[in-house]
């Protein structure tokens, strides 16, 4: 299998499997019920990241994402906007 092949085979697992929590978020009825959905997803992530990765490793991943963030979201710089703090 060549590496594109296997990164369509990847995304195609990751859309099945996000299904039943695309459906959950629909149910949702407000933005408290997403907040509350989207906190314990991610605790959830964070015990599925420690038991597969060990602490260190999901520490890393999740530094790894949140630099993401940074760098997508917020404006050059890395500062949050006054109005947004």
């Keep these: 299998m ?3 092949q296997q990164k369509r085979k990847t995304i195609q697992r990751m859309e099945e499997l ?5 459906r959950q978020i ?12 989207a906190s314990n ?17 999901a520490k890393e991943l ?9 760098e997508r979201i917020l404006p050059m710089g890395g500062e949050i906007p006054p109005d947004y703090s």
């Design 2 to 4: 060549t590496p594109e």
């Design 26 to 37: 629909m149910m949702c009825d407000n933005v408290e019920d997403v907040l509350m959905l």
């Design 18 to 22: 996000m299904r039943p929590i695309d």
């Design 41 to 57: 997803m991610l605790v959830t992530a964070k015990g599925i990241y420690v038991q597969n990765l060990g602490g260190a490793g």
């Design 62 to 70: 999740f530094q790894r994402m949140t630099d993401e963030i940074d």
